[in-house]
């Protein structure tokens, strides 16, 4: 069974930072391509940012300048620097992993960001 294991959320003030973490639960498991998305209430899940096995890196236009996405291949974890946080950034947070065509999803990470 894979097993994605988000951590880090919480709640800060505008204009704080904040560093999600997102590990694998068994060490074995090698992933393609992850990234990270955010869903709020009532509303579809949203790509925030994504990586390659590579490090090729995208980012959607409402977080670029302000959210790094990295991986460490070798600890099988995901992690997402979220600086310059705003209001707007609150959300649920969730990774994703892709093994060949299979997604796996983490249980998702609250971040809230009070203005």
């Known amino acids: 069974q894979v097993q994605l294991v988000e951590s880090g959320g919480g709640l800060v003030q505008t204009g704080e930072s904040l560093r999600l973490s997102c590990a694998a639960a068994?060490?074995?498991?090698?992933?393609?391509?992850m990234g990270w998305y955010r869903q709020t209430p009532g509303k579809q899940r949203e790509l925030v940012a994504t990586?390659?096995?590579?490090?090729?890196?995208n980012y959607a236009d409402a977080v670029k300048g302000r959210f790094t996405i990295s991986r460490d291949n070798a600890k099988n974890t995901l992690y997402l620097q979220m600086n310059s946080l705003k209001p707007e950034d609150t959300a649920v947070y969730y990774c994703?992993?892709?093994?060949?065509?299979?997604?796996?999803w983490g249980q998702g990470t609250q971040v809230t960001v009070s203005a």
């Open positions: 990586i390659t096995s590579g490090g090729t890196t």
């Open positions: 994703k992993g892709v093994i060949v065509l299979t997604e796996y």
């Open positions: 068994r060490s074995t498991i090698r992933f393609g391509r």
